[in-house]
């Protein structure tokens, strides 16, 4: 056994096989660690898996564009994986049609807030103008971010990484905030889950029910196509 085990990994060390494989193997086990322990926010699995991957590269002294090389099909996934959330957001028809005007209301309120909020905190704290314009599309998922970004004369690369801040602390802190304030359906923290931190706040929002995760989902592509309308509006409004 011991063998085989260490023929498969001479196999793999060969080819961008191996990134795959680490990349899938270490969400794998941390999504049983997490749900070993009740799955609490602060170990949500993507989380975990960054840090753990980060770690390793950095051990291994592995630059990122080889390890991209290896587990790019994980991010050429993301597309179907988008598409799919169609079917939880099909179950849950009756309930979209009971919210869809709140829904819509809540959509701009909460878009216009996201976009005015980062540039005027960023402002305050003295931050350049570039840094703002890489600030304002953050609550939404990152590849339509990127573009905004760019087309804002933002820095692309930044605005990824705060993306991905956003998603993680919407993700850790996001369900059990919402449920302090007092709201407790799930539709409604689903699609504020989704609305204000992406992929990263649906996948927590599926965690507790389809419903709400179809929600997330939904508030999570509404919300990428109307930032990409009001942020070149709200910018120049700003004074970007």
């Given amino acids: 056994m011991d063998d085989r085990i260490?023929?498969?990994w001479v196999y793999?060390?060969?080819t961008p096989l191996l990134w795959l494989t680490t990349t899938i193997a270490i969400y794998r086990l941390m999504t049983i660690i997490s749900r070993q322990?009740?799955?609490p926010?602060?170990?949500?699995p993507v989380l975990l898996s960054i840090i753990a991957l980060i770690s390793i590269l950095l051990v291994t002294d592995t630059p990122y564009a080889a390890y991209f090389d290896g587990a790019q099909f994980v991010h050429f996934l993301l597309g179907p994986a988008t598409v799919a959330l169609a079917i939880p957001l099909y179950e849950a028809e009756r309930v979209?049609?009971?919210i869809m005007w709140p829904a819509l209301i809540?959509?701009?309120v909460g878009s216009t807030t996201g976009i005015t909020a980062a540039v005027l905190i960023g402002r305050l704290m003295g931050l350049s103008e570039a840094t703002l314009r890489s600030l304002a599309p953050k609550s939404i998922t990152t590849p339509i971010a990127m573009g905004i970004a760019e087309q804002l004369g933002g820095l692309p690369s930044l605005t990824a990484v705060i993306v991905i801040v956003t998603g993680m602390v919407g993700a850790l802190f996001g369900w059990e905030l919402l449920g302090l304030v007092g709201v407790r359906d799930d539709s409604e923290r689903g699609f504020a889950m989704g609305l204000a931190s992406h992929g990263l706040g649906t996948a927590r929002s599926l965690q507790f029910s389809s419903e709400a995760g179809a929600l997330a989902g939904l508030a999570m592509g509404l919300n990428g196509a109307l930032t990409s309308l009001l942020a070149p509006l709200l910018a120049r409004w700003l004074g970007l």
């Fill in 6 to 8: 260490f023929s498969i």
């Fill in 12 to 14: 793999l060390a060969q």
């Fill in 37 to 39: 322990l009740g799955s």
């Fill in 41 to 44: 926010p602060f170990l949500n």
């Fill in 96 to 98: 979209l049609r009971r």
């Fill in 106 to 108: 809540g959509l701009f």
